[in-house]
């Protein structure tokens, strides 16, 4: 994937390239404009590092909070060839008809989203205290991904989408339930005590 860099291309025309000097009935040509960057920003430091090395996916949303994202469908766990097999989980909100799915990328930062090879719109975000980017892919507008820099190196990645509502649910909705997935991802990831199952974490804490 790459980032979308807006071009310009500049044309002159009826210029007499052996005219040095205006006349009075000719007016100079403009100046040519300087260059402009859309550069964002650098995102706000991470409040302690979320390690996701052993964590399960499938951990990361407690039954309540499935619950109350409307996801009724067992989690389905899964693997994401295109992130080193990086862990997923899937769910699925069948009165909505919307879903989701948490893929846990220990082999890539968040920045991979932002780099020259991503053709995304990455909008700057904070999901429980941490950086995190809302991200739109040009042409498609039934999903939206959120990625979350939980630590050096690896981040969450939650990708919400319309899943056959008639008629589908705008994108902007779609970020926004990303969002909210994440939001409580992170709650779960940050306080190991309150997910279900045991699982190994690595969560460094200012102390």
Do not use: E, F, K
């Given at each position: 994937m790459s980032a979308l860099l807006a071009a310009s291309t500049l044309a002159l025309t009826g210029c007499s390239l052996w005219q040095s000097q205006p006349t009075a009935d000719?007016?100079?040509p403009p100046p040519m404009p300087l260059p402009t960057t859309s550069t964002q920003p650098p995102p706000p430091p991470r409040p302690y590092e979320l390690g996701l090395d052993g964590v399960a996916a499938c951990t990361l949303l407690t039954t309540a909070q499935r619950n109350q994202l409307g996801f009724d469908r067992d989690p389905m766990p899964d693997s994401e060839a295109g992130f080193g097999?990086?862990?997923?989980?899937?769910?699925?909100?069948?009165?909505a008809k919307v879903g989701a799915r948490l893929a846990l990328i220990t082999t890539e930062g968040m920045s991979v989203w932002t780099d020259d090879t991503a053709q995304v719109e990455a909008t700057q975000v904070v999901v429980g205290g941490f950086p995190a980017l809302v991200i739109k892919t040009p042409g498609l507008d039934l999903s939206c991904n959120v990625a979350v820099d939980v630590a050096e190196g690896q981040h969450l990645d939650v990708?919400?989408?319309?899943?056959?509502?008639?008629?589908p649910s705008p994108v902007d909705q779609l970020?926004?339930?990303?969002?909210?997935?994440a939001e409580d991802a992170v709650v779960t990831l940050s306080s190991p005590e309150t997910s279900e199952p045991?699982?190994?974490?690595?969560?460094t804490q200012p102390r």
């Open positions: 000719t007016a100079a097999n990086a862990a997923t989980c899937s769910y699925r909100n069948t009165t990708l919400y989408r319309d899943d056959g509502g008639q008629p970020c926004a339930g990303a969002q909210r997935v045991t699982q190994t974490r690595q969560t």
